[in-house]
């Protein structure tokens, strides 16, 4: 939006050409997003406080999450709203990807939303069925997938790419679309299983969607593409916009969702944030790395997994409580050295993803 305003200005003054520079733009896109969720989160944590949209707390679960019943949740729509507004702002609104990455992150949002809010308003502990959850998230999920792959332009886009190997290239053709939408509902639900303790799903998101703007940045520049041996994607640069709007807004969110939380961020925010960050790995052809950076969210999908596995197989539990972060609670860690333990964990394997960038 601003965008066009500079370009039309560029025609009296040169000055305005510098807004044409992705590096500007994503600076511009991290400050607008903290600016904004610094700006509203006071009021919407009133105006949630107000409604008595609170947490409701699993009596089965940690003892020391009792003292979180009733606190404001549904905040994921902060972050939402600073992100397509900061967005809509600076990013350059004739590029696909940017739609598509902005329709599945609002879409997903939209299906977190009714589930927070039937938990929540409606006080319906299933929430929105698993069943009509998974439908949503099948359709919006496909839905992504099939437009990615009739508007490839080229091979390049629709090719499966094995980081750390130069030439270890996979044509997919139609299963791309499988692929896709196998990555962007798992790493959704992946990031709503992780959002258990105060500000363990926020920072990790902010980390892998920092690090998968830098190869948005490189990928959509034929010249930094070639040198590093990683897919030209045409236009995907353009996503650094959005990765740097997450950033910012989910920094801001952090200043009010840290130990102890002032307000969490529903389904409304993990189911959002995750489909977000698998659709840009998707585009950016790093499904890879994503499952590498990500470690921690596959890490909390597995834990599950193998509890719900094993309980039903054996009768016996391999961990005293699934997802593994109350795991650990519950062998007497505090809270804080959970979350600040898996965000390290993060941190390492967000370099090791970057470092697929020369190691081939």
């Known amino acids: 939006m601003l965008l066009l305003l500079a370009e039309y200005l560029q025609q009296f003054h040169k000055g305005f050409a510098v807004f044409q520079y992705l590096t500007l733009r994503g600076m511009l896109g991290v400050l607008t997003a903290l600016v904004l969720a610094l700006w509203l989160g006071p009021w919407m944590i009133r105006t949630l406080q107000l409604r008595q949209i609170g947490q409701a707390v699993r009596t089965d679960g940690p003892q020391s999450h009792l003292s979180k019943k009733g606190t404001p949740t549904m905040g994921g729509a902060l972050i939402l ?77 629709t090719t499966f790419i094995l980081p750390f190997f130069k030439d270890a290239v996979l044509p997919l053709g139609i299963g791309f679309v499988v692929l896709t ?25 902010v980390l892998v969607g920092g690090a998968l703007g830098i190869f948005c940045y490189l990928s959509g520049n034929a010249n930094f593409a070639q040198y590093l041996l990683i897919p030209y994607v045409p236009g995907a640069g353009e996503l650094i916009v959005f990765c740097s709007a997450l950033i ?49 969210f596959v890490m909390e999908t597995l834990s599950v997994m193998i509890q719900v596995a094993s309980f039903k197989l054996t ?45 081939r």
Not at 114 to 134: A, Q, T
Not at 184 to 203: C, F, K, P, Q, Y
Not at 249 to 272: E, H, I, S
Not at 329 to 338: A, C, F, I, S
């Open 81 to 157: 709203s600073a992100i397509t507004i900061s967005t809509l702002l600076w990013a350059d609104l004739s590029n696909r990807y940017v739609w598509v990455v902005l329709a599945v992150t609002l879409l997903f949002g939209a299906i977190g939303w009714v589930d927070d809010y039937r938990k929540v308003i409606e006080k319906n502990s299933r929430g929105l069925p698993s069943r009509w959850k998974y439908f949503w998230q099948s359709v919006f999920g496909l839905g992504a997938a099939l437009f990615l792959y009739l508007t490839a332009e080229n091979p390049i886009e």
């Open 181 to 205: 939408y196998f990555v962007i509902v798992g790493s959704s639900n992946a990031v709503n299983l992780t959002d258990g303790l105060d500000g363990l799903a926020i920072m990790p998101t």
């Open 248 to 296: 910012g807004a989910g920094l801001g969110f952090l200043w009010f969702n840290t130990y102890p939380a002032q307000v969490f961020m529903g389904d409304v925010g993990a189911l959002a944030l995750g489909a977000a960050l698998g659709t840009i790995a998707v585009i950016v052809r790093q499904e890879i790395v994503l499952f590498i950076m990500g470690g921690v």
């Open 315 to 359: 009768g016996k539990r391999v961990f005293r409580m699934a997802p593994i972060h109350h795991h650990f609670e519950l062998k007497g860690w505090p809270e804080p050295r959970v979350i600040v333990r898996f965000w390290i964990i993060t941190v390492v394997l967000v370099l090791i993803g970057l470092s697929s960038l020369k190691l």
